[in-house]
């Protein structure tokens, strides 16, 4: 019990993160498991750093070489350095690992990264859509400024014409679906301290045992951002009858158990 | 959930630091390596860099209680503790049923369990992080990574589970989920299709580390809802 109340009193609302990888690469990107629909999971936060929101230029030179974005190399850079390295891992998954820039010496692989000068003539380009050279160019741009951000390059053309065509096909069980949203339901009308029992449930899960229901999340969660908006959460559960202000009332308790109960 | 470690105690932040995460105060901080041994044991050994080797270990089954434990510790604890055994007349033919019951519990191999998904529960992985060779200025930055795990919550970004800060033999060791599929070279080729599946969950992650809004509603709360379902 009193460990319980230790946590509550601790949970304070949820603060931004700014957050920077720095060293995102092939080798840091893992699927959780072997099978073919396995979600990624990025790793190793060693070289990660945090900065403020109000001074958010980073000056070390980490990271791995044949990721490392231009301005990294020269050492004043923010987290749009992240996106680079998107870029560069996007181009070697559709390059079947060949890399966007590479040198015989490291100085020459600088050399060419500082310019910005990749091409797509390999023949395994021939069959790659103008979206995704479109994507990849929108990420490979020298200027920190000119490059796509997290949220732009998701909203990308490449990528949310894949999305519209991979939802007809759900593998989601019809049913299953419907007793996750009563489930939202039932829960958001617990007292605070069984939601928060339930909470430390569920942060203690592994992701395998909660496979299923994060495909109905993952259907939910139509803007792809991890995290269920209000709009999206109406979206969600619009057949059952409800009115906004129940459907407004219901998503304010189901989040208030990990954001208000530092009150206590 | 196995908080028997009086040792063992919440992280402290930093100073005027609000906690970011619920999955924040969740993550469990030790002292000793007796601790570690007494939750954890080793099976493999995955990688090994300069300053840091990771190891794939495993929740000892009697660390597991209550309805978390694994359907097939619980069934061994059942028929040892209420089963005498079989008379051999009986078992040789007389009752079928009882003896392909008792050795399937019993043969039951716990590491080969696994399921469509991937590992298992009790599957975890280790990071240990050798301070000894490390010069005390640099200890902080390699407690960062900690640091930084611990704030994120995300269902693309690799979950810490409990560290260990041993100060006697100079090791960080951190308890993080387990991933099996390998990186992504494991899979080269990719298709257009899965590379758009793959680097939208890669955007996902680097996004909400970006992030300057508030995350709203995240998917573990979804288990919330399943735990509702099942009891």
Redesign the interface.
Same mark, same amino acid.
């Given at each position: 019990m009193s *460990?319980a109340f230790?946590?509550l009193t !601790?949970?304070?609302?949820?603060?931004?993160? #700014?957050?920077? %990888?720095r060293d995102?690469k092939?080798?840091?990107?893992?699927?959780?498991? +072997? %099978?073919p629909?396995?979600?990624? +999971?990025? /790793?190793d936060? =060693?070289l990660?750093?945090?900065y403020s929101?109000n001074n958010h230029i980073l000056t070390e030179r980490v990271g791995t070489l044949y990721s490392m974005s231009p301005e990294t190399l020269q050492g004043i850079y923010t987290?749009q350095a992240?996106?680079w390295s998107?870029g560069v891992? &996007?181009y070697?998954?559709?390059a079947?690992?060949d890399k966007p820039f590479e040198g015989k010496t490291p100085k020459q692989l600088v050399a060419k990264i500082l310019m910005g000068k990749y091409d797509f003539e390999a023949e395994?380009w021939k069959d /790659?859509?103008p979206g995704?050279i479109s $994507?990849i160019h929108s990420l490979l741009v020298v200027q920190p400024e000119n490059r796509s951000?997290?949220?732009d390059?998701?909203r990308h053309g490449? !990528?949310t014409h @894949? &999305?519209r065509?991979?939802s007809d096909h759900s593998s989601v069980d019809d049913n299953f679906r419907q007793?996750?949203k009563q =489930? /939202?339901i *039932?829960?958001s009308n617990l007292g605070d301290f069984r +939601?928060l029992a339930? #909470?430390?449930?569920?942060?203690?899960?592994?992701? @395998?045992?909660? $496979?299923e229901? *994060?495909k109905? $999340?993952e259907e939910f969660d139509t803007n792809?951002?991890?995290? /269920?908006? !209000?709009p999206e959460?109406k979206a969600a559960l619009e057949h059952f009858d409800y009115s906004e202000g129940d459907l407004m009332e219901i $998503?304010r308790k189901?989040?208030r158990?990990?954001t208000t109960l530092?009150r206590r | 959930m196995g908080a028997r470690g009086s040792k063992s105690r919440r992280s402290e932040l930093p100073e005027g630091r609000p906690m970011r995460s619920f999955h924040e105060a969740l993550v469990r901080e030790h002292d000793l390596r007796h601790d570690f041994d007494d939750i954890f044991e080793i099976c493999d050994c995955i990688g090994q860099g300069g300053l840091c080797s990771i190891y794939k270990i495993r929740k000892k089954d009697d660390q597991i209680g209550g309805s978390s434990r694994p359907e097939h510790v619980r069934r061994r604890l059942h028929i040892r503790k209420y089963s005498a055994p079989l008379p051999r007349a009986l078992s040789n033919k007389g009752f079928p049923l009882a003896m392909s019951l008792n050795e399937r519990f019993l043969s039951q191999d716990p590491s080969s369990e696994s399921n469509a998904a991937g590992p298992t529960n009790m599957h975890f992985a280790l990071k240990v992080i050798n301070l000894a060779m490390v010069k005390e200025d640099k200890i902080d930055q390699l407690k960062n990574e900690i640091e930084i795990l611990k704030t994120l919550d995300h269902k693309n970004i690799i979950k810490a589970f409990e560290t260990f800060q041993m100060r006697a033999n100079k090791k960080l060791m951190i308890v993080m989920e387990l991933c099996t599929g390998g990186d992504l070279f494991a899979r080269l080729p990719y298709s257009e299709r899965h590379a758009t599946v793959c680097i939208k969950q890669i955007l996902s992650a680097i996004s909400y580390m970006h992030c300057k809004l508030t995350p709203v509603f995240q998917t573990r709360f979804y288990v919330s809802c399943l735990v509702l379902l099942r009891y």
């Amino acid at each position: 019990m009193s *460990r319980a109340f230790e946590i509550l009193t !601790l949970v304070s609302p949820l603060t931004a993160n #700014n957050i920077a %990888h720095r060293d995102l690469k092939f080798e840091n990107i893992m699927f959780e498991s +072997k %099978h073919p629909e396995a979600a990624i +999971k990025v /790793i190793d936060f =060693g070289l990660s750093k945090e900065y403020s929101p109000n001074n958010h230029i980073l000056t070390e030179r980490v990271g791995t070489l044949y990721s490392m974005s231009p301005e990294t190399l020269q050492g004043i850079y923010t987290n749009q350095a992240d996106l680079w390295s998107i870029g560069v891992c &996007t181009y070697m998954m559709l390059a079947a690992g060949d890399k966007p820039f590479e040198g015989k010496t490291p100085k020459q692989l600088v050399a060419k990264i500082l310019m910005g000068k990749y091409d797509f003539e390999a023949e395994v380009w021939k069959d /790659i859509s103008p979206g995704a050279i479109s $994507f990849i160019h929108s990420l490979l741009v020298v200027q920190p400024e000119n490059r796509s951000s997290a949220t732009d390059a998701m909203r990308h053309g490449w !990528l949310t014409h @894949a &999305t519209r065509q991979n939802s007809d096909h759900s593998s989601v069980d019809d049913n299953f679906r419907q007793r996750v949203k009563q =489930g /939202i339901i *039932r829960y958001s009308n617990l007292g605070d301290f069984r +939601k928060l029992a339930l #909470n430390v449930v569920a942060k203690k899960s592994t992701s @395998a045992e909660i $496979f299923e229901i *994060r495909k109905v $999340f993952e259907e939910f969660d139509t803007n792809n951002t991890g995290t /269920i908006t !209000l709009p999206e959460f109406k979206a969600a559960l619009e057949h059952f009858d409800y009115s906004e202000g129940d459907l407004m009332e219901i $998503f304010r308790k189901v989040v208030r158990a990990t954001t208000t109960l530092e009150r206590r | 959930m196995g908080a028997r470690g009086s040792k063992s105690r919440r992280s402290e932040l930093p100073e005027g630091r609000p906690m970011r995460s619920f999955h924040e105060a969740l993550v469990r901080e030790h002292d000793l390596r007796h601790d570690f041994d007494d939750i954890f044991e080793i099976c493999d050994c995955i990688g090994q860099g300069g300053l840091c080797s990771i190891y794939k270990i495993r929740k000892k089954d009697d660390q597991i209680g209550g309805s978390s434990r694994p359907e097939h510790v619980r069934r061994r604890l059942h028929i040892r503790k209420y089963s005498a055994p079989l008379p051999r007349a009986l078992s040789n033919k007389g009752f079928p049923l009882a003896m392909s019951l008792n050795e399937r519990f019993l043969s039951q191999d716990p590491s080969s369990e696994s399921n469509a998904a991937g590992p298992t529960n009790m599957h975890f992985a280790l990071k240990v992080i050798n301070l000894a060779m490390v010069k005390e200025d640099k200890i902080d930055q390699l407690k960062n990574e900690i640091e930084i795990l611990k704030t994120l919550d995300h269902k693309n970004i690799i979950k810490a589970f409990e560290t260990f800060q041993m100060r006697a033999n100079k090791k960080l060791m951190i308890v993080m989920e387990l991933c099996t599929g390998g990186d992504l070279f494991a899979r080269l080729p990719y298709s257009e299709r899965h590379a758009t599946v793959c680097i939208k969950q890669i955007l996902s992650a680097i996004s909400y580390m970006h992030c300057k809004l508030t995350p709203v509603f995240q998917t573990r709360f979804y288990v919330s809802c399943l735990v509702l379902l099942r009891y």
